[in-house]
């Protein structure tokens, strides 16, 4: 149930702590708009706290996401949280949890990425297929294949003690069975939401520790800071935002989202290519 109050208009001298989603939200394929870069810079300016809360792991957070300057991020669908230079949360999947999904993946020769903030770990033997999901996915958008794909593509390690890796989520790019017959062969640690760079559907997914979403990483960033939950806005489009978008004290949701997100929206926004933010943000008073 949401029990959320009418959105401030312009909070008065309130301090607000802003999270957005990456894809969908704050990019599109990878590729920020100009007028999302201005907003993010324009809120800091006014007091605000800016923070990037994505699904995506540090690793794959390139100069370009980044670069419109942030006061922290929240990864890995809320298993890490950092503002600054301060780690606030590092979660990773306990060794037996990651020797069971690296063996259940492996069993079907599953295409997939193991996301460590540091690198992003996939068996040798599908470091091609895994390419061509990637170059394929962000072929979508005319002119955008490398500077969307290159955030993944160059923090990719072929590796073969892949089980040792301290990865907090996996992205199935492709796999034989359905997502839930890998779930269910995994063991309950695990859940699974769509995947935000691979074609929809049971083959493709996001595997990550059941119990542990972004609202995780809000509330510890929130409690870091000293800001009270109310003066907290967060933007989303997909499955894994729909805790956070609960949570926060107001929540914006991207037109073209689920039904199931859309009812928990306190405002709606353009997508990206519409820089749908922008105007999100002067609804807001934020800039």
Same mark, same amino acid.
């Given at each position: 149930?949401?029990?959320?109050?009418?959105?401030?208009?312009?909070?008065? =001298?309130?301090?607000?702590?802003?999270?957005?989603?990456? =894809?969908?939200?704050?990019?599109?394929?990878?590729?920020?708009?100009?007028?999302?870069?201005?907003?993010?810079?324009?809120?800091?300016?006014?007091?605000?706290?800016?923070?990037?809360?994505?699904?995506?792991?540090?690793?794959?957070?390139?100069?370009?996401?980044?670069?419109?300057?942030?006061?922290?991020?929240?990864?890995?669908?809320?298993?890490?949280? !950092?503002?600054?230079?301060?780690?606030?949360?590092?979660?990773?999947?306990?060794?037996?949890?990651?020797?069971?999904?690296?063996?259940?993946?492996? /069993?079907?020769?599953?295409?997939?990425?193991? !996301?460590?903030?540091?690198?992003?770990?996939?068996?040798?033997?599908?470091?091609?297929?895994?390419?061509?999901?990637?170059?394929?996915?962000?072929?979508?958008?005319?002119?955008?294949?490398?500077?969307?794909?290159?955030?993944?593509?160059?923090?990719?390690?072929?590796?073969?003690?892949?089980?040792?890796?301290?990865?907090?989520?996996?992205?199935?790019?492709?796999?034989?069975?359905?997502?839930?017959?890998?779930?269910?062969?995994?063991?309950?640690?695990? /859940?699974?939401?769509?995947?935000?760079?691979?074609?929809?559907?049971?083959?493709?997914?996001?595997?990550?520790?059941?119990?542990?979403?972004?609202?995780?990483?809000?509330?510890?960033?929130?409690?870091?800071?000293?800001? =009270?939950?109310?003066?907290?806005?967060?933007?989303?489009?997909?499955?894994?935002?729909?805790?956070?978008?609960?949570?926060?004290?107001?929540?914006?949701?991207? !037109?073209?989202?689920?039904?199931?997100?859309?009812?928990?929206?306190?405002?709606?926004?353009?997508?990206?290519?519409?820089?749908?933010?922008?105007?999100?943000?002067?609804?807001?008073?934020?800039?």
């Amino acid at each position: 149930m949401h029990h959320k109050t009418t959105p401030e208009r312009g909070s008065g =001298d309130a301090v607000r702590a802003v999270f957005l989603d990456v =894809d969908g939200t704050y990019a599109a394929y990878g590729v920020v708009p100009p007028g999302h870069v201005a907003a993010v810079r324009a809120a800091r300016s006014a007091g605000h706290r800016v923070f990037l809360c994505t699904g995506r792991p540090l690793s794959m957070l390139d100069e370009h996401l980044l670069g419109a300057g942030f006061d922290g991020v929240v990864a890995s669908a809320g298993a890490y949280a !950092e503002v600054g230079s301060e780690v606030l949360l590092d979660r990773h999947f306990p060794a037996d949890l990651a020797a069971a999904t690296v063996a259940a993946l492996d /069993a079907h020769d599953a295409v997939y990425l193991l !996301e460590t903030q540091e690198a992003l770990h996939t068996p040798p033997a599908a470091e091609q297929r895994l390419r061509a999901h990637v170059e394929a996915h962000f072929s979508r958008i005319p002119g955008q294949r490398d500077s969307g794909s290159s955030a993944i593509l160059n923090a990719l390690r072929p590796t073969v003690d892949r089980a040792a890796a301290a990865f907090a989520k996996v992205s199935v790019l492709e796999s034989p069975v359905p997502m839930s017959e890998l779930v269910a062969q995994i063991g309950e640690g695990v /859940a699974v939401v769509e995947n935000s760079i691979a074609d929809e559907g049971r083959h493709a997914g996001e595997l990550f520790q059941r119990g542990i979403s972004k609202a995780d990483g809000v509330a510890a960033v929130l409690a870091h800071l000293g800001i =009270d939950r109310e003066h907290s806005v967060a933007a989303g489009d997909g499955e894994n935002d729909l805790e956070m978008i609960e949570f926060a004290g107001v929540g914006i949701v991207i !037109e073209g989202a689920s039904e199931r997100l859309l009812a928990l929206a306190d405002l709606t926004a353009a997508p990206p290519r519409a820089e749908g933010l922008v105007a999100a943000f002067a609804e807001l008073g934020l800039v």
